[in-house]
T-cell receptor, first 113, second 111 residues
Framework: KAGVTQTPRYLIKTRGQQVTLSCSPI?????VSWYQQTPGQGLQFLFE???????NKGNFPGRFSGRQFSNSRSEMNVSTLELGDSALYLC????????????FGSGTQLSVL | QQPVQSPQAVILREGEDAVINCSSS?????VHWYRQKHGEAPVFLMI?????EQKGHDKISASFNEKKQQSSLYLTASQLSYSGTYFC????????????FGTGTRLQVTL
């Protein structure tokens, strides 16, 4: 069974640009969560999607948005990039909720110059 | 509300024991533990639900104290492979499906 796949693995952008990250969950998993990881801050919850609906949202500005498609694949978009958005963005999937074992992808390392 | 983990870092010799604590100021529904090795994705260790049930994973076990809103992860007879950063994730009562992680505890096991 294939694991959680995130693309691209690395991304370099400049301030003001926008970026879209992609996450393909494990087959059969319907919940997808996104986390931002920076040194010293741990894993910061961005949002969680289930059956194409955003079920929960963290404390991030509106520049951070996401969506989930009917096949459970999810995308995360960050508009008007800032230097502080540089981080590892992790996607995690589970069968139906985060109150279950989460399977994390390897992440997308975003660098904003 | 981000849970607080302690200690922030610990260095052990192989075979020694360690305890990592995770506490919250709000009522917890569940506590999750993950380990992340350098350059890799976090990997699930265990979930503890309300009720104080202690779970085990080989020589790694954990407890959940509902009254104190605290969980502890116990690593017994540590091995080199235990090295990594341990994160606790908490789900508050009434906030289903929102897992908030602490800042992590970096564990290094040496020979």
């Amino acid at each position: 069974k294939a694991g959680v796949t995130q693309t691209p693995r690395y991304l370099i952008k400049t301030r003001g640009q926008q970026v879209t990250l992609s996450c393909s969950p494990i087959s059969g998993h319907r919940s997808v969560s996104w986390y931002q990881q920076t040194p010293g801050q741990g894993l910061q919850f961005l949002f969680e999607y289930f059956s194409e609906t955003q079920r929960n949202k963290g404390n991030f500005p509106g520049r951070f948005s996401g969506r989930q498609f009917s096949n459970s694949r999810s995308e995360m978009n960050v508009s008007t990039l800032e230097l502080g958005d540089s981080a590892l963005y992790l996607c995690a999937s589970s069968l139906s909720s985060t109150n279950e074992k989460l399977f994390f992808g390897s992440g997308t390392q975003l660098s904003v110059l | 509300q981000q849970p607080v983990q302690s200690p922030q870092a610990v260095i052990l010799r192989e075979g020694e024991d360690a305890v990592i604590n995770c506490s919250s100021s709000k009522a917890l529904y569940s506590v999750h533990w993950y380990r992340q090795k350098h350059g890799e994705a976090p990997v699930f260790l265990m979930i503890l639900l309300k009720g104080g049930e202690q779970k085990g994973h080989d020589k790694i076990s954990a407890s959940f104290n509902e009254k104190k809103q605290q969980s502890s992860l116990y690593l017994t007879a540590s091995q080199l492979s235990y090295s990594g950063t341990y994160f606790c994730g908490t789900e508050l009562t009434g906030t289903a499906s929102k897992l908030t992680f602490g800042t992590g505890t970096r564990l290094q096991v040496t020979l």
